[in-house]
């Protein structure tokens, strides 16, 4: 079979190739899978921007506070966004600067403060 033959030569010709760790490709689909939403963009990039709360998310994305909330335990959960509270509110921002560059390919604009 052709395929089998051609199968045996793949790597022949990348010196030192080697597949990254299998955790490392897993975190990085989950995190891509995260960022598979439109909501979640726009979230990451007003957090970007600057720390805020749920309520003014919501205002900035023309979403309800609730789903907000959602969309924030998942990012939260996978790193790309920090909580602070203050009294009964919570302060969110996306400190990462992987999500920053990531966005700024994504979108084709830089995002963000420098």
């Given at each position: 079979?052709?395929?089998a033959?051609?199968?045996?030569?793949?790597?022949?010709?990348?010196?030192?190739?080697?597949?990254?760790?299998?955790?490392?490709?897993?975190?990085?689909?989950d995190?891509?899978?995260?960022?598979?939403?439109?909501?979640?963009?726009?979230?990451?990039?007003?957090?970007?921007?600057?720390?805020?709360?749920?309520?003014?998310?919501?205002?900035?994305?023309?979403?309800?506070?609730?789903?907000?909330?959602?969309?924030?335990?998942k990012?939260?959960?996978?790193?790309?966004?920090?909580?602070r509270?203050?009294?009964?509110?919570?302060y969110?921002?996306?400190?990462?600067?992987?999500?920053?560059r990531?966005?700024?390919?994504?979108?084709?604009?830089?995002?963000?403060?420098?």
């Amino acid at each position: 079979m052709v395929l089998a033959r051609y199968s045996d030569h793949v790597h022949d010709g990348i010196a030192g190739f080697e597949m990254p760790d299998p955790d490392d490709v897993r975190r990085a689909a989950d995190s891509l899978r995260l960022l598979a939403d439109a909501t979640r963009i726009k979230i990451l990039y007003a957090l970007l921007q600057g720390e805020t709360n749920v309520a003014c998310l919501a205002e900035l994305v023309g979403s309800q506070p609730a789903a907000v909330s959602q969309h924030l335990a998942k990012l939260r959960l996978a790193g790309l966004v920090e909580g602070r509270r203050e009294g009964t509110f919570v302060y969110y921002t996306a400190p990462d600067e992987r999500v920053r560059r990531l966005l700024t390919e994504a979108l084709g604009q830089p995002v963000g403060t420098t």
